[in-house]
DNA sequence: CGGTTAATTCTACTCGTGGTAATTTAAGGA
DNA sequence: TCCTTAAATTACCACGAGTAGAATTAACCG
């Protein structure tokens, strides 16, 4: 007659007994914190690929659907969360590597170079975030991540303008030019991983900083 | 027992009965043509915006979802061929544009505020494009209205480079940036209708003829 | 110490969408 | 007239996002 609990097996191989966990109450907001659901989904996008479900994500981080969505709310709100992250960790890559330059025109080559670099390496996380967006707003994690990433370098980009007497008003426009440059050319990239990274960034870096050479 | 046929109703309304129609042969190729089911696709994406189903577009060109996918080869095939078609009619738009300019700098202006333009008026179709791709290949759409675009700036900016003795190398890369930073700002744009494009091209314009003004 | 309640989880489902198979009918020749 | 072939329709499958509700247990109070 089996009067002891179930314990289940859940799918992803946890053993687990259904109902309400011992010594932990929602308020104490540690159980399947949200900064280990959003390890989990990098960790499988980037092994898996930018088309992994929501299931696998779960599965992943060890927990159900249900919880998932109770941590992170949602695919749109873990693109959002991701490219959070991402622009993040880049932003800190690539002003690490400006800090170090020695003129205006280095801070630039390395800017450009740190970028690909660092999407390179994060490819399908790139591709996850680029590519996601449900219902009408189809390019949400573009979006999201163009925002996050333009708003970092419109400071620099003000901030230099004004230093040299510049209307710095055009920074918003301008870094969004920068951050969609980099994102297609990097796209492009993306297509073969043998491409010359290093000389595709000196090509880059010659536009951004002397554009098509009219002045008016 | 029925003997007759069920003559039943289709999801559009249209009574027809299944079975093969009458007087027509695939041969002759008139039937649902590719053009239309193109041009069904395009009008039903501008008017209920870019997260439309195949089935709605089946059902706009008053077609069955097979017959769809015989004409166009199902959802990555259709988000080529819209790319393809945006893409021409952007060319030729931002073409005659630059074709008219007084001066480098001139063109550069028409061609970001006509890319503007256009972009803002095929709204959806844009997003749409933009937005789409399936399985592994997320930003299928994406890339393919960049390299589609991009092959035909990179042949007017090479030409530019020859004519003025400089490496015309660079026009591959130039292109795709020059196609991302359009397509970004056109993304941020889109979101509120109520923006000053002109005063958005003007800024990008002078950002892609002198760029961040830095000779090495 | 036992019953009741509230909390929290898991399972199982719905719904929409891309894509395909099975079914049904017309055309055309032996 | 019957049978084969072509064509198009309906109906179905697979899969992923998101959610409702059953199931189960800890906490609390008499």
């Not at 004004?162 to 870094?175: K, M």
């Not at 595709?200 to 009219?214: E, K, S, W």
Request: aromatic fraction near 6%.
């Amino acid at each position: 007659m089996e009067p002891t609990a179930p314990t289940r097996k859940h799918r992803s191989g946890i053993v687990r007994r259904p109902g309400r966990p011992a010594g932990r109450t929602l308020a104490d907001g540690v159980i399947a914190d949200r900064e280990t659901l959003l390890n989990a989904a990098e960790r499988l996008i980037l092994a898996k690929g930018p088309s992994v479900s929501l299931d696998a994500i779960a599965l992943e981080a060890g927990v159900t659907k249900p919880i998932l969505y109770r941590g992170v709310g949602g695919r749109d709100r873990l693109i959002d969360a991701l490219a959070e992250r991402l622009s993040a960790r880049m932003g800190e890559w690539v002003s690490r590597e400006v800090a170090a330059a020695r003129s205006p025109h280095d801070a630039v080559h390395r800017l450009v170079s740190g970028y690909l670099d660092q999407t390179v390496r994060e490819r399908n996380l790139y591709l996850y975030v680029s590519g996601g967006g449900s219902g009408e707003d189809r390019v949400r994690g573009l979006l999201r991540f163009a925002e996050l990433t333009a708003e970092r370098f419109a400071e620099g980009i003000a901030n230099f303008r004004a230093s040299r007497g510049a209307n710095p008003d055009v920074a918003t426009v301008w870094s969004f030019g920068l951050v969609g440059a980099l994102h297609y050319v990097t796209l492009w990239l993306l297509r073969d991983t043998n491409a010359d990274v290093n000389g595709v960034a000196d090509q880059l870096t010659l536009l951004l900083c002397t554009g098509f050479r009219l002045e008016d």
